[in-house]
């Protein structure tokens, strides 16, 4: 991407990974490298809550790259955060509505994060700014701009799956908040079913006209929505899982499976991972192959995620039980069948553990792409790579097709998987994960930052 075409690139997203902060979440890394590549600016929020410097932008400069950041006052943190974005929209855009808490105080203070946020970011645009605003945290962002007289080009990326117009039609206000969109000049979705969806609800609930080319007429605004499934740095997950071999941790991990085999899952503690039922799969294995007793280990690693709102604290709960249950059943002196760590690792390390896993057990109940799946594949010895078990839910899958593909809800579906991954000869694992490797090498995240881009910019 040429910085001569836009000038700078202003990212926006509700947290900001600022400089010599470990990043979490495939969206970190992503606009990271991505701000690194072509200079600009990291607009969102510090991540602290402080009421008597909320709203004040601070500034932080590493190299090409600019950080603008404020606090929030803790209810509009509330409200915004744990409220809004992440008890009315995350499990409606993960397909539950059972868990939706609707509330007017929530979207009061979701709005009014949303307006502060435009308010400081419009002081801070050039004329040729090119703005990237991502997920869900911010929908009426580009419209709030717009009204503040705003002319650039904005895009917005969607990292969560976007459900069918029935679905999003459950939401109270839907077409105040999700016709906001419309003020966009691009939306990135991960996949075709999520672009069908965005077209579909902006066509039969708002009565925008399609055209060819996935361009929509809403009222007096053009926008297009488009495809581009989110990478990863591919090389470098591969190579960081190559030199892992040679760390402490590692050959702890060997040292103490003393010749199982190891599957592993690392995800974010969220129901929409189906962590719950992924167990229960792994139970159904051990219940239907005693021989495979004590030959293998599972290894979840979990680290806690939005740990104040009530729906996280209950998988949390929920997961401690199903994982004391599973080694209370199976469990002998000498062998604990899962090992299920709350705790968050460094990437270099996650690699090693990958490298060293002969199944990835990738099974959420919906996820926009998941960036794990991913990073499991690219971590993998070329000469003796492990098998991934894929969730058919996950953005992922429609570029994985040769990963063994799963509906996470069916625990018999899932246990046939892993005891076919388990036993899979050389020669197929082989030529499915050459086969994954090529989709990775040319879909990495460089290209996929790059087509975004290039099509905002076009
Ligand atoms: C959202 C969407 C979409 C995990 N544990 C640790 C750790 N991680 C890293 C993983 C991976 C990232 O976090 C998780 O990304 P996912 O894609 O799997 O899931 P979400 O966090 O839900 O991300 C998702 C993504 O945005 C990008 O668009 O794919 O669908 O839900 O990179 O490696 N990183 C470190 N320690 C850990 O213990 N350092």
Redesign the pocket.
């Known amino acids: 991407m040429s910085p001569a075409r836009g000038g700078r690139l202003i990212v926006v997203s509700n947290r900001v990974a600022l400089p010599r902060q470990?990043?979490?979440?495939?969206?970190a890394?992503?606009m990271r490298s991505a701000l690194q590549e072509r200079g600009g600016l990291w607009f969102g929020w510090s991540g602290k809550i402080a009421n008597q410097t909320a709203g004040t932008l601070r500034y932080q400069q590493d190299g090409p790259v600019r950080y603008a950041t404020m606090d929030l006052s803790r209810s509009d943190h509330d409200h915004f955060y744990d409220g809004y974005a992440n008890r009315t929209l995350w499990p409606l855009l993960h397909y539950r509505p059972d868990l939706v808490d609707y509330n007017r105080g929530h979207l009061d203070g979701y709005l009014r994060v949303n307006r502060l946020f435009a308010e400081r970011l419009a002081e801070l645009i050039e004329p040729d700014d090119v703005i990237w605003i991502n997920d869900y945290h911010l929908i009426p962002l580009a419209a709030m701009l717009r009204q503040r007289h705003i002319r650039n080009r904005i895009g917005f990326f969607l990292?969560?799956p976007l459900p069918a117009d029935g679905l999003l039609i459950t939401l109270p206000r839907h077409r105040e908040l999700l016709g906001t969109l419309a003020s966009y000049d691009l939306i990135g979705l991960?996949t075709a079913r999520d672009q069908r969806s965005l077209e579909d609800y902006f066509v039969h609930e708002l009565g925008a006209s399609l055209r060819r080319g996935h361009r929509l007429r809403y009222g007096d605004r053009r926008f297009r929505a488009g495809v581009f499934p989110?990478g990863?740095d591919t090389q470098q997950v591969a190579q960081d899982a190559k030199q892992a071999d040679s760390l402490e941790e590692i050959a702890q991990l060997r040292a103490s499976l003393d010749g199982r085999v190891l599957i592993i899952g690392?995800?974010?503690l969220?129901y929409?991972?189906g962590l719950p039922q992924r167990f229960e799969a792994y139970a159904r294995l051990l219940e239907r192959a005693p021989e495979m007793h004590r030959k293998v280990s599972f290894l979840q690693?979990a680290?806690p995620s939005r740990g104040t709102v009530p729906e996280y604290r209950q998988i949390r709960r929920e997961l401690e039980r199903s994982a004391g249950h599973i080694n209370g059943t199976y469990a002998a002196p000498d062998w604990a069948p899962i090992r299920y760590v709350n705790?968050?690792?460094?990437?270099s390390l996650?690699s090693g553990y990958y490298r060293h896993a002969k199944v990835g057990l990738v099974t959420p109940m919906r996820?926009?792409?998941?960036?794990?799946?991913k990073?499991y594949v690219a971590s993998q010895d070329p000469d003796d790579p492990g098998v991934l078990v894929l969730s058919r839910f996950?953005?992922?899958a429609q570029e994985l097709s040769q990963a063994l593909l799963v509906n996470p809800a069916d625990t018999e579906e899932v246990a046939d998987a892993l005891e076919q991954a388990l036993s899979m000869p050389l020669a197929e694992r082989r030529r499915r994960w050459r086969s994954m490797m090529d989709v990775l090498e040319k879909q990495d995240i460089t290209a996929w930052r790059q087509s975004f881009l290039g099509a905002l910019t076009d």
């Open positions: 470990t990043a979490t979440g495939g969206l890394s992503a990292h969560t991960h989110i990863i690392v995800d974010r969220d929409s991972k690693i680290p705790n968050s690792f460094p990437h996650l996820d926009g792409m998941n960036l794990v799946a990073e996950a953005g992922a």
